[in-house]
């Protein structure tokens, strides 16, 4: 600033006639620093407000910058964990999909073995069936010829034939020998569990009678 209050306060004029009167140009030059240095502080307040506005300001803009650069960077990270999501679940659902297909293969297989073992069973079961109908018939014949020949005996007891005793000593031989032969022509049968009979299916097949097999 070129001008400045004091100056003005100090401005000397030359005097002459019929000029100013010297008090009055006096009184105005104070005035006028006065409003001077009134507009001088004012604009050094303003200055200073300016200064402190600036600053403010750019603490806002490099706040403003730090923040955009944080949300681009949050925005950044929520794709690569939004893409690594997606392809994690989709490792995730393939993985399953594998999973599901081995055990429904393995349930397949499983389910093929047991019709396989229930069949096998099932026949193993018809099998014995008609083995021990057939060793029953067996049976029953044995004995139905027994007790005819038992009646025969009896028949010749009565007609006056060999005595009594000797005739009850052949039947009770007869029987003797009956029994004999039913417990020759017997077999062993063991009762096993279905667990047991389906891992051993030959342990528990009734013994064959030699000459009666069905």
């Known amino acids: 600033m070129g001008l400045t209050p004091l100056d003005v306060r100090k401005q000397q004029f030359r005097k002459a006639l019929s000029g100013f009167d010297p008090d009055e ?8 620093a006065g409003e001077m240095e009134r507009l001088v502080k004012e604009h050094a307040a303003l200055a200073e407000q300016t200064a ?3 600053s403010r300001l ?4 490099a706040l403003e910058r730090s923040l955009r650069d944080a949300v681009v960077a949050a925005q950044g990270m929520r794709d690569e964990s939004r893409r690594h999501a997606e392809r994690e679940s989709e490792l ?3 993985r399953a999909e594998l999973e599901a297909e081995g055990r429904l293969r393995q349930s397949e297989i499983a389910l093929a073995d047991m019709k ?11 099998s014995y069936l008609i083995r021990l109908r057939a060793l029953i018939d067996t049976h029953m014949r044995m004995v139905e010829a027994s007790e005819a020949r038992f009646e025969a005996m009896e028949r010749t007891a009565g007609g006056g ?3 009594g005793g000797a005739l009850a000593s052949g039947a009770l ?6 029994g004999n032969a039913l417990a020759a022509e017997s077999p062993r049968v063991e009762i ?7 891992r051993e299916p030959e342990a528990w097949r009734p013994a064959e009678t030699p000459g009666h097999r069905p």
């Not at 140009?25 to 006028?32: D, E, H, P, S």
């Not at 031989?173 to 009956?178: C, E, N, P, W």
């Not at 096993?192 to 389906?198: G, Y």
């Open 25 to 32: 140009v006096r009184a105005f030059l104070g005035l006028v």
């Open 52 to 54: 402190l506005q600036k």
């Open 58 to 61: 750019d603490e806002y803009q």
């Open 92 to 94: 995730i659902l393939a």
């Open 116 to 126: 396989r073992e229930l069949a096998a069973l099932r026949s193993e079961r018809q």
């Open 161 to 163: 034939g060999p005595s």
């Open 173 to 178: 031989s007869g029987g003797a020998l009956a």
């Open 192 to 198: 096993r569990d279905a667990s047991q009979a389906a």
